[in-house]
């Protein structure tokens, strides 16, 4: 496994305070599936009464452990649940034995926290293709139990990565007619990263009092414009999971349609998936894309999606080089519908080009002042509709190579 040497320069200045969920406690340990002298398994427990929704990829060699939870997440049942991650492993493309693997963990945990095997849903990431030494984390299933505590949520944000150069971390609270509600959450990512939904592991943790449907409408929803509109480097992952659970300790009671609570869950959402792209793996530059005037929202995204995986537009960007004819040539081949002589191109707060031509007013050094900032916008209007997508990317750079050229060594 490569050994990451330094954070990202796009991290955060600082992780996040985040606060108590009622009714969910957290426990780590280390159980060397891969990593030695660090935690690797995170165990999250949630009292009687919790919901749990996710979203996964839709990869077609998804691993045992996303398999799984895709069959439980629906499964109503008020007796509370336990989720149980492992890093440096991904359990996938391992055939029986990665299903035999997460049968294991789910009775071992099962049989320790008293829940039935349906409520226990399993993560794993890491390398794909090696068996999972699933012993080792059975090993540590009791030890887990028994250090559950409320305050651990921060712990399990550094168990879960794998290639990551700093733990992920959101929260948000909201003052409802009911009371307040509270929302935090974690997550890993860093490379193979791409919509449906990237090698990301994702837990989020409310208070709120939702039935299970309305926030599997919400989850599914908000992921679309979240987790689902960043790519690092266009692979999508076998292992993509995101778990959203609320416990209802609060008391608060909400629905799908309270957009006061969407918009908090929307807010966590989007800064635990901007926190994945700033750490794409040797990414110096952190890029939003937002398409304008496509015939429609997923012609919209389609594009800005061409434009955030075009390697030459990455490496431009990387080289600070204000190429936008490799924003046409990504429009070009996205295979949407697009006009050439109706697309503008903007970098930041400069007009690049202007209905099919370079703008008369456009200056090269404009366009490379913008290109040597952190934080790059490129706004495309086709001028052919009204649909509207953005998406988030990082540069492609040299660090992106060494480290996956090494991932196994």
């Given at each position: 496994m490569a050994k990451i040497t330094s954070v990202s320069p796009l991290a955060p200045a600082s992780f996040p305070t985040?606060?108590?969920?009622?009714?969910?406690?957290?426990a780590t340990a280390a159980a060397g599936v891969k990593y030695a002298g660090r935690t690797d398994v995170m165990l999250a427990v949630l009292d009687p009464g919790s919901c749990v929704a996710g979203a996964f990829t839709k990869s077609a060699t998804r691993s045992a452990n996303v398999l799984d939870c895709q069959s439980k997440i629906r499964l109503e049942d008020d007796g509370g649940a336990a989720i149980i991650v492992n890093s440096g492993n991904s359990n996938a493309f391992t055939g029986r034995a990665g299903d035999e693997s997460v049968q294991a963990i789910c009775a071992e945990v099962a049989r320790v926290t008293g829940l039935p095997a349906t409520r226990v849903f399993t993560s794993s990431t890491g390398v794909i293709g090696e068996r999972l030494p699933h012993d080792r984390i059975k090993a540590k299933v009791e030890e887990l139990y028994g250090n559950l505590d409320e305050a651990?949520?921060?712990?399990a944000a550094k168990a879960i990565m794998t290639t990551d150069t700093f733990p992920k971390g959101?929260?948000?609270?909201i003052d409802l007619p009911g009371g307040t509600v509270t929302i935090a959450g974690i997550a890993k990512g860093s490379g193979m990263i791409a919509p449906d939904m990237a090698t990301m592991l994702v837990y989020i943790f409310t208070d709120a009092k939702i039935a299970q449907p309305d926030l599997q409408t919400l989850v599914s929803a908000i992921n679309e414009k979240t987790f689902n509109s960043i790519t690092v480097d266009s692979d999508t992952s076998t292992s993509d999971t995101l778990l959203v659970a609320a416990t209802g300790a609060s008391g608060v009671t909400v629905t799908a349609e309270d957009t006061a609570f969407r918009d908090a869950l929307h807010h966590v959402m989007q800064d635990l998936a901007h926190q994945v792209v700033r750490d794409g793996e040797g990414a110096t530059k952190f890029v939003e894309i937002t398409v304008t005037g496509a015939l429609n929202d997923a012609d919209a995204k389609t594009h800005a999606m061409s434009i955030a995986n075009s390697p030459l537009v990455k490496t431009a960007i990387a080289g600070e080089d204000p190429n936008w004819g490799r924003v046409v040539m990504a429009i070009g081949k996205s295979g949407?519908?697009?006009?050439?002589d109706t697309l503008s191109i903007s970098f930041g707060?400069?007009?690049?080009?202007?209905?099919?031509w370079v703008d008369p007013d456009y200056r090269e050094e404009q366009g490379a002042a913008i290109m040597k900032q952190e934080n790059i916008s490129m706004t495309v209007d086709l001028g052919m509709g009204s649909g509207s997508a953005t998406v988030w990317t990082c540069d492609l750079t040299h660090g992106y190579i060494s480290i996956n050229a090494d991932y196994r060594s």
């Open positions: 985040l606060p108590v969920i009622e009714g969910a406690r957290f651990g949520l921060p712990a959101s929260t948000t609270s949407a519908p697009a006009d050439r707060d400069v007009k690049v080009a202007t209905n099919g």
